[in-house]
Each structure stands twice: as structure tokens, then as C-alpha cells.
């Protein structure tokens, strides 16, 4: 972002660049940059979801013929992919939330050195939110091997 | 118009298609669009706030905007139509 005659100008590539190398900043801005992209994917998910539910709207053999797509390998694979970023930016959606509503960032305070800012504070929360995520991970896998077995 | 008969309106437009829906759907169908509807606002809300991120400006906001509200509206009405078809 450059400053000309006092008003702040943008473009497209510096988006991108703050969104790539923002994450120099420390964990929370990954975590940040890994929910966007998280929620890309889940975006593409349901608009590919809706597209294939709809094709029945065309033909029933276009339909059949795009969930025979579906049960690929490649497909499946994809799915439990999905799965691990729909359990993160779920539960960083929540942590997000709590933050919002001011719960596990502590009461403001002087700032008296050495200086400890909020994203410290609310670790905990992040790291538990994490273990929350990781722990349905790890549960939809192991009912996932049950089931194909 | 004033701000009672906009509320009125919409709690009016709520109301008949909640009857609208009980008369034409199932509770999982009902469910199953009230979720769609969900996803597809926060995922095109969130969409168009990181697009605007990236191309500022009023122009661009409006047209980014008018996009995310098309396609979402486009694939809620075929979310519809599926549902009240099969």
C-alpha cells in the first residue's frame, strides 16, 4: 500500500503480497491466512456440491454420470482433505468469535515492559481451539477407516 | 416507508415463507436449505470482503459486491428449485 497526497492507494498484487508475506508477522497471522484459505475451499465445496445436485435439474444420466466422477479415489482423498479444513476453520471460526466478544484476551492494561499483547494472551484459547479441531479430526478418520472396513 | 412497515414486511415475508415451506417441504429439507442458505451468505460475504481486500475502491467494491450477491442468489434459487423438484 503506498501513500500518495495522503490518501492510501492499494492494488491487486499488494493484497496478494500482504496475504503472503503478512504471516512473517508470527502464528496468528498463519492462522489467519489458513482460515481464508480454508474458506476457499470450503466455498469451492459447496458451489461444486450445489452444481452437482442441480445437474439432476438437466438429466438424471448427467447426474449419474458426475457422482460416478465422485467415487474416484483422487475424489475421495479430496474429501478427507475437506474434512480437515472444515475442522479448522470451524473451530478458528469460534476462537474468532470468543475474541470478538472479548473473552480470553484478558482486561486492558498499561502497558508496562516487557510488553505482552493480546495475541499471547489468547493463546491458549487458539492452542485449545486447535486440539478441539485436531481431536475431530482424528475421530471422523478413525470412523471413516471403520466404515471402509 | 418507515422503518415499523419494513419490519412488518419482513417479519410478514418470514412468516409466509416459513408456511410455504412447511406446506412444501420436509423438516430435513427445510433444514437443508436454511443451512445452504447459511453457507452460501458466509462464504460469498467472506469472499467479497477478501476480493475487496485485494482491488479497493468504491467502483470495485460495487461490482465485486453485485457479483457475490448474484451467484449466491443464483445458487440458492437452484438450491431451491433441486430441493422442491426431488
Known sequence: ?????GVPTS???AGFRHWLFGARRGL????FLLH???GLILLVFVVAHILL???RL???SLWAELMQ???SPWIAGL???LLFAFAFHAFNGLRLILVEFGIGIGEPEQPVYPYRGSNLRQRPVLIAMMLLAALLILSSQFELFRFSH | MNRSLLWFLSIAAAAGALLLAGLYMSWLEINYVLLSAVVLFHGFYGLGTMLTEFWPGRTAAVVINGLCVTLGSGLFLLVLLTTLRF
Do not use: D
Open chain 1, 1 to 5: 500500500m503506498s501513500m500518495e497526497s
Open chain 1, 11 to 13: 492494488s491487486a498484487s
Open chain 1, 28 to 31: 496468528e497471522a498463519y492462522i
Open chain 1, 36 to 38: 481464508r484459505l480454508t
Open chain 1, 53 to 55: 445436485g442441480a445437474s
Open chain 1, 58 to 60: 438437466v438429466s438424471m
Open chain 1, 69 to 71: 466422477l465422485t467415487r
Open chain 1, 79 to 81: 474429501e478427507h482433505l
